[in-house]
């Protein structure tokens, strides 16, 4: 027997007669849909490698937990490890919409940036769970810096300003010895969203999740947001706090837009878009200011 034939007989009364693989996203999972005999999607299964049970089951749970705190997020049904397959798997409820990085762009400016102040209202429940134990986020955080660093200098990878943007976080970085520490979920931007055929926004992909100041979910959109709309870059901002921005985010925001360039400089190397990655570098670094730390261009020119 197959396993997702074995997971869809687990699924006691769940009528599903059918199932065909879902190839979309970046996720390491192999992906499935499961349907009920009148075609109706009921299911997403996410099937992983048995070596990765112990961090997935962990993120059930804390799926669970943002479930029941109304986050719009997929509805945690089953998880279950077969040792028989080598593989561990969850079971999720399934959203009937479209992703977030073809729809946003089709509507209006007024209807882009309600949707980002949505999606900014669900990343901020997100946020509401903390670690069960404390730890030393700081010294974890400036050591993966260092990590990233050494690498970069090991493959002779450089960037636009790059002495510039190293100074400038030497200068800043002692800003996290006072972070909140929060669960992320670490890809946040509207290709892990779906637009549901009611207009609300849901968050799905899950699986890169860490923890740390919740801060840093922003730095992903110069990175990918704003090339899907900035107009819903902003309202994400503007949802997240009401539109009542700290006097601190903007100092946070910027540290963690340049603390995270070099480790886009080596994944460009292995996705093998280098020659893009570093353009969109440029371009981050010329818009935002690094000096001040306001608000950057992608924001201030964005009015609705």
Request: with cysteine.
């Amino acid at each position: 027997m197959s396993l997702v034939q074995y997971i869809i007989d687990e699924l006691q009364g769940s009528s599903i007669t059918h199932f065909e693989e879902l190839n979309k996203g970046f996720s390491t999972a192999k992906k499935y849909v499961l349907y009920s005999k009148d075609n109706v999607s009921k299911y997403i299964l996410k099937v992983y490698g048995i070596e990765k049970a112990e961090r997935r089951k962990v993120e059930f749970d804390l799926l669970k937990r943002h479930y029941n705190n109304n986050v719009s997020c997929q509805r945690p049904i089953k998880f279950g490890i077969n040792a028989e397959h080598q593989a561990c798997y969850m079971v999720l409820s399934y959203f009937n919409g479209v992703s977030g990085d073809k729809f946003i762009p089709s509507r209006s400016v007024e209807e882009q940036y309600s949707l980002g102040v949505l999606a900014g209202r669900e990343l901020r429940k997100i946020h509401l769970i903390t670690p069960l134990k404390p730890f030393d986020w700081y010294g974890k955080r400036t050591e993966k810096y260092q990590k990233k660093m050494d690498e970069c200098k090991k493959l002779g990878l450089t960037f636009y300003q790059q002495k510039f943007i190293e100074n400038y976080i030497k200068d800043n970085i002692h800003l996290l010895k006072d972070s909140r520490v929060s669960f992320q979920h670490d890809d946040f931007h509207p290709q892990n969203m779906i637009v549901n055929d009611n207009g609300a926004i849901s968050i799905i992909d899950f699986d890169s999740y860490d923890w740390g100041d919740p801060f840093e979910e922003f730095f992903k959109l110069p990175k990918f947001t704003i090339y899907v709309s900035k107009y819903f870059a902003k309202g994400q901002v503007d949802g997240y706090f009401n539109s009542k921005i700290p006097d601190t985010f903007w100092r946070k925001y910027n540290l963690f837009v340049a603390l995270n360039q070099h480790a886009s400089q080596l994944g460009s190397v292995t996705s093998n878009n280098l020659a893009y990655v570093q353009e969109r570098t440029r371009y981050i670094i010329e818009t935002h200011d690094f000096r001040h730390n306001n608000a950057p261009d992608w924001f201030n020119n964005c009015h609705v």
